[in-house]
């Protein structure tokens, strides 16, 4: 069974920073790109940033670019986020998927996708 559980969401104020991590389980994760994805409340399913299988390519949104950092650790099966210089706008539920930007919706359907860490920020 396909399992990935994020967790380090919380409360924090503008300014301040994270750490996201989602523990995966049940297929090859070191063979699959994987994603970070949210979804502010009552808003659509917003790709955050995204990091390659083979040699750790790293993208992200523009909304995030130079304040987030993806990594993935494989022999942990395990994919993090760090999310610095937070602001309100950054209040989400984070979610952990495989796939990249094209593609994360195909895995979500499939089943590679967490339930999610909110991340809250306000002053």
């Known amino acids: 069974e396909v399992q990935l559980v994020e967790s380090g969401g919380g409360l924090v104020q503008p300014g301040g920073s994270l750490r996201l991590s989602c523990a995966a389980s049940?297929?090859?994760?070191?063979?699959?790109?994987m994603s970070w994805v949210r979804q502010a409340p009552g808003k659509g399913l917003e790709w955050v940033s995204s990091?390659?299988?083979?040699?750790?390519?790293?993208y992200y949104a523009d909304s995030v670019k130079g304040r987030f950092t993806i990594s993935r650790d494989n022999a942990k099966n395990a994919l993090y986020l760090q999310l610095n210089s937070l602001q309100t706008e950054d209040t989400a539920m984070y979610y952990c998927?495989?796939?990249?930007?094209?593609?994360?919706?195909?895995?979500?359907?499939?089943?590679?996708w967490g339930r999610g860490t909110q991340v809250t920020v306000s002053s």
């Open positions: 998927a495989a796939g990249n930007e094209a593609n994360w919706y195909l895995f979500k359907v499939q089943g590679y």
């Open positions: 049940g297929f090859t994760f070191g063979i699959y790109g």
């Open positions: 990091i390659n299988s083979v040699d750790g390519s790293r």
